[in-house]
Nanobody, 126 residues
Framework: QVQLVESGGGLVQAGGSLRLSCAAS????????MGWFRQAPGKEREFVAL??????????GYSDSVKGRFTISKDNTKNTVDLQMNSLKPEDTATYYC?????????????????WGQGTQVTVSS
């Protein structure tokens, strides 16, 4: 069992930056792939970024909409996974969710993720 708690959301102007953090409790955090997803009002939840376990040959992945602007990182000593978001745009406005999986280290699919946080709100003003 893994519990996930996100933090770091807020209101920022377009072009600005935010850093989201996800704190995990539970066993064997290092063996999980971690993902960030987001859901805007009236839209389906979508993949943002993933980072596999350190020992996996799978690469870090990003959605096309955030590639080059967002960076995901994982600290197995602190049991945290962060999402650095730069050059934010109004269309990045959403609730951001952290998720964990041992089923598929390269998955961008919601159904492959076993554990989810409650989400943190990010609002980007124009």
């Amino acid at each position: 069992q893994v519990q996930l708690v996100e933090s770091g959301g807020g209101l920022v102007q377009a072009g600005g930056s935010l850093r989201l953090s996800c704190a995990a409790s539970g066993r064997a955090f290092a063996n999980y792939a971690m993902g960030w997803f987001r859901q805007a009002p009236g839209k389906e939840r979508e993949f943002v970024a993933l980072i596999p376990p350190m020992w996996s040959s799978t690469n870090t992945g990003y959605s096309d909409s955030v590639k080059g602007r967002f960076t995901i990182s994982k600290d197995n000593t602190k049991n945290t996974v962060d999402l650095q978001m730069n050059s934010l745009k109004p269309e990045d406005t959403a609730t951001y969710y952290c998720a964990a999986t041992r089923r598929n280290f390269a998955s961008q699919k919601i159904d492959d993720y076993e554990y989810w946080g409650q989400g943190t709100q990010v609002t980007v003003s124009s």
